[in-house]
């Protein structure tokens, strides 16, 4: 197992992080927190950075203006855990991240996440000194966002079925050839989900947990795999990037990525309906109107997937391997109703 981020649980660990991070230290987090946490803080602190962009021009401007400082603390969901990573990397010192909600990997992922003209770009490189999961701060979050991180780790199946399809077919990238071994870590990341799926829905300590430990592993994996995303990411991820670019809105990653697990594992007659068990019983939502957009509109998105994926150079899955018909898209939208 290739190195994760060094990832500590526990309760109370935010108070105790201005007796050992090194002074002043940067606070790196979000409008809507900060008053809750200011407390939890001594006269040490720089700043805070109230995050309020992920533009890379106007986050280097915002670097280059920032107060003296020694450590950065990241406190926050993914925007603010991403700008503190970027700020370590561009002043080069050393990073304590604490993710407020389990809704992404951002906390135990290499790069940040951050826009160029509004497209998404992964860049810059922090690795933390450790990431904090402190249960009391996570369970206060709302708990929709904390079950919608189980998204990003679902995926694997049919990110799976995505990559043996290609192999059957000859259609892997050069570069990525099928790996079992890459699959069969994958795949224990995505069983320590469906084994606590009860755990999960009720955000408890074992759920908050599990759900951190497999989120943990799907942040490193990209670098750790040699930036391969074949074993963690398919066409569920391509149909939400084809929404995106049709609809324009914002979404919360792991509800709508779970609506691209369930039609796109329909579409590879992959376990579709054991796949739908365990999205229900952790409750995340997945039908279109729960996510303000409507049937045509996933429709529409079915029906420019295939074109969608050339344009944007994404690899080969079952969203190129034909085009879907207007009788499945009839069915599909059946069998969720
Ligand atoms: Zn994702």
């Known amino acids: 197992m290739a190195d994760l981020f060094n990832t500590v649980y526990g309760r109370g660990l935010v108070p105790e992080l201005q007796s050992y991070v090194h002074r002043p230290y940067l606070v790196v987090t979000m409008a809507d927190l900060w008053p809750r946490f200011r407390d939890s803080f001594d006269d040490n602190v720089a700043g805070p950075l109230l995050v309020d962009t992920l533009e890379r021009d106007d986050l280097d401007r915002i670097v280059r203006a920032l107060p003296h400082f020694e450590a950065v603390i990241g406190l926050g969901g993914g925007q603010a855990l991403d700008v503190a990573k970027y700020v370590a990397w561009a002043h080069r010192k050393p990073l304590f991240q604490v993710p407020t909600m389990m809704s992404v990997n951002a906390a135990w992922a290499h790069r940040a996440a951050v826009r160029v003209n509004g497209v998404v770009k992964y860049v810059a490189w922090a690795i933390p000194e450790a990431v904090y999961v402190d249960y009391d701060v996570i369970r206060s979050a709302p708990i929709a966002l904390n079950r919608s991180g189980v998204g990003d780790i679902i995926c694997y199946h049919t990110g799976h079925h995505d990559w043996q399809m290609a192999r059957d077919k000859g259609r892997t990238e050069p570069q990525w050839p099928y790996d079992q071994r890459l699959v069969d870590e994958a795949q224990a990341a995505l069983q320590r989900v469906v084994d606590h799926a009860d755990d999960i829905h009720a955000v408890n300590d074992a759920g908050i947990r599990a759900l951190a430990e497999s989120l943990r592993w799907g942040g490193a994996a990209f670098h750790n795999a040699g930036w391969n995303p074949r074993h963690i990411e398919g066409a569920e991820h391509f149909l939400f990037y084809a929404l995106e670019y049709q609809t324009g809105k914002p979404f919360i990653h792991g509800q709508i990525v779970g609506l691209g697990v369930l039609l796109m594992s329909w579409l590879q007659d992959n376990r579709a309906a054991w796949i739908r068990e365990v999205i229900e019983r952790i409750g995340v939502p997945y039908r279109p109107e729960e996510m ?18 050339k344009r944007a150079g994404l690899w080969y899955t079952v969203a190129s391997d034909h085009p879907i018909t207007e009788d499945e898209i009839a069915r599909m939208r059946a069998w969720l109703s």
């Open 292 to 309: 303000g957009i409507t049937w045509d509109q996933v429709a529409d998105a079915l029906r420019i997937l295939p074109e969608h994926v």
